[in-house]
């Protein structure tokens, strides 16, 4: 398992739930751009659903640590994953959230070496 996370820095606190909006969206079904880019683009798509569409895609979480930081955190089944949404992640953010953020986000992936999960308990 492996994870690939992003820290942004908001230019200003009201661009929060903006910036959330944008890296949250998939356009409505009825929409031409309905159907995902072939190439990470500028689109009406936002980062999380492209993100889910790569190859070895878990989950993706995107975190409110406050003062206009977020992280964005995805799980991969593999390096390969966790790497090229790393990659296709930097094209969308040079054209989403313009003037949103400060600069590109801090990056870091690697292999998770250790987790807990609350443990299935019998049904009744």
Do not use: N
């Amino acid at each position: 398992m492996y994870v690939a996370m992003r820290r942004y820095t908001v230019t200003r606190p009201e661009a929060v739930d903006e910036f959330v909006r944008r890296v949250m969206a998939e356009p409505a079904v009825t929409s031409a751009a309905a159907t995902p880019p072939t190439e990470w683009a500028v689109t009406e798509w936002g980062l999380a659903p492209l993100v889910s569409r790569a190859p070895g895609f878990e989950a993706y979480y995107l975190v409110d640590a406050g003062a206009g930081v977020l992280v964005s955190i995805s799980r991969f089944a593999d390096r390969a994953g966790a790497e090229a949404s790393t990659r296709e992640a930097a094209a969308w953010v040079s054209g989403h959230p313009a003037g949103l953020v400060h600069g590109p986000p801090e990056v870091l992936t690697g292999e998770v070496v250790g987790y807990q999960t609350r443990p299935q308990l019998p049904r009744a």
